[in-house]
């Protein structure tokens, strides 16, 4: 069956301009997870949302990042005056919430210029 | 909240020799231990898993080890080919979640694997 998917798989942005980045996880997985990942770096949490819960937003580095997600469906991350820093592999994640298997999306890569 | 460690940050192995990765969690509560490996340019994926009713759990060349007391867990990888070579990423949750927050998984910070032929 289809995987998660993510869009765009590149984005270039000129620094201080805010970016979207969007995020379709496997049909009936309730949990989803954004991570970032820098080159060459691991992974670094940045949300998690579970079925109706709270999101666990604990990742979040700063104010200029917040992601939204509909139901147990899409989510978008969105990055507010992107700084250069900012550049990295933005990867989402999803899973059955009983298993907490993950399958990763193939990633967006965001470069600030 | 859970924090993963994950040794060594690189291991490099001769083709056919064993490579053991090892991670340590602080959560007591954590129950659910997976392993991913991630190739060059690629996203991860899934090799192997284990939860906290087991001690072991193999699967060909792969088997993962859990010590509870300890608390710490390690992926053993036999016969290693250049194919294994890529960045291996422990992690463990909780999955009994809390009240009204949401506690997901707690990578390492990877070990990248060198097989030398």
């Known amino acids: 069956g289809a995987g998660v998917s993510q869009s765009p798989s590149n984005k270039v942005t000129e620094k201080g301009k805010d970016v979207e980045l969007r995020c379709d996880p496997i049909?009936?997985?309730?949990?989803l997870y954004w991570y970032r990942q820098r080159l060459g770096q691991g992974l670094e949490f940045l949300i998690y949302?579970?079925?109706?819960?709270?999101?666990?937003k604990s990742g979040l580095p700063s104010d200029r990042f917040s992601a939204e997600r509909t139901g147990e469906s899409v989510s978008t991350l969105t990055i507010q005056r992107t700084q250069q820093e900012d550049s990295a592999v933005y990867l989402c994640?999803?899973?059955?919430?009983?298993?907490?298997?993950?399958?990763f999306g193939p990633g967006t890569r965001l470069t600030v210029t | 909240g859970e924090n993963v460690e994950q040794h060594p940050s690189t291991l490099s192995v001769q083709e056919g020799d064993s490579a053991v990765i090892k991670c340590t969690y602080s959560d007591s509560a954590s129950n659910y231990f997976p392993w991913y490996k991630q190739e060059l340019g690629k996203r991860p994926q899934l090799i192997i898993d284990i939860r906290s009713n087991v001690g072991e759990k193999k699967d060909q060349r792969i088997a993962v080890t859990l010590n509870k007391t300890a608390k710490h867990f390690s992926l053993h990888i036999t016969e290693t080919q250049p194919e294994d070579s890529a960045v291996y990423f422990c992690?463990?949750?909780?999955?009994?979640?809390?009240?009204?927050?949401?506690?997901?998984?707690?990578f390492g910070k990877g070990t990248h694997l060198i097989i030398q032929p």
């Open positions: 049909s009936g997985h309730t949990a």
């Open positions: 992690a463990a949750t909780s999955t009994m979640y809390s009240g009204g927050g949401a506690d997901g998984l707690t």
């Open positions: 949302f579970q079925g109706n819960s709270a999101p666990d």
């Open positions: 994640a999803s899973s059955l919430a009983s298993t907490a298997s993950l399958s």
